[in-house]
């Protein structure tokens, strides 16, 4: 149980267009899903906070123009990368959990990489 | 939310039990600790989490000393797929560290 679904696992794309990253909570209910981002060698760095139904909270130095989080269910967020440029290359990943003090599903995570 | 400090680094031989430490000296009443682990170029996998008592499940057991001030994450038979960066976080939004890097070695 507990599958995150992340999709697309990659993506290459020229520099300008919007790219959109789903998260699916398959086999439960999320209440909250959160967004992360990871450079190579490094660490997970918390992107953003999901609720469903409700606005993102982003984290300090996130632009939250730049990165649309959609939570429109209980089993789905949607990232979208607008106007993506080289620098926004990296690998995203999501999680979801199902309550307050539950651990966090992860998806496997969408590559992305900006022309 | 509470800071963990970990190895940055340990080898283990295969089969043998892995023994991962983690010091969160500053965790409150309320906060679990969690384990997770990521392989290369993938999502982070969940392994165990725990309040006060020990925990074991099918993956590992976690320890939990009585002050919760530190934990220690059990794999008893460690094996080549068990290589991978372990995280240990207090923090239910997952402010990861630098983790502690597992080599099995066979």
């Known amino acids: 149980g507990a599958v995150v679904s992340q999709h697309p696992s990659r993506v290459i794309c020229k520099s300008g267009t919007s790219v959109k990253i789903e998260c699916r909570s398959l086999d439960f209910q999320a209440t909250t899903m959160f967004w992360y981002r990871q450079f190579p060698k490094k660490s997970l760095m918390l992107m953003a906070t999901s609720n469903e139904g409700s606005k993102a909270t982003y984290e300090q130095g996130v632009e939250k123009d730049k990165f649309l989080i959609n939570h429109a269910s209980l089993t789905l967020s949607t990232l979208t990368v607008t106007s993506a440029h080289p620098e926004d290359s990296s690998f995203y990943i999501c999680?979801?959990?199902?309550?307050?003090?539950?651990?966090?599903?992860f998806g496997d995570g969408t590559r992305l990489s900006i022309l | 939310d509470a800071k963990t400090t970990q190895p940055t680094s340990m080898d283990c031989a295969e089969g043998r039990a892995a023994n991962l430490p983690c010091n969160h000296s500053t965790i409150s009443g309320n906060e679990y600790v969690y384990w997770y682990r990521q392989i290369h170029s993938q999502g982070p996998q969940y392994i165990i989490h725990g309040l006060k008592n020990n925990e074991t499940n099918e993956m590992a057991s976690l320890i939990i000393t009585e002050d919760r001030k530190s934990s220690t994450l059990i794999l008893p038979h460690a094996t080549l797929r068990d290589t991978a960066v372990y995280y240990c976080t207090t923090d239910y939004k997952l402010s990861f560290g630098a983790g502690t890097t597992v080599t099995v070695r066979a």
């Open positions: 999680s979801a959990r199902t309550g307050i003090d539950q651990p966090q599903h």
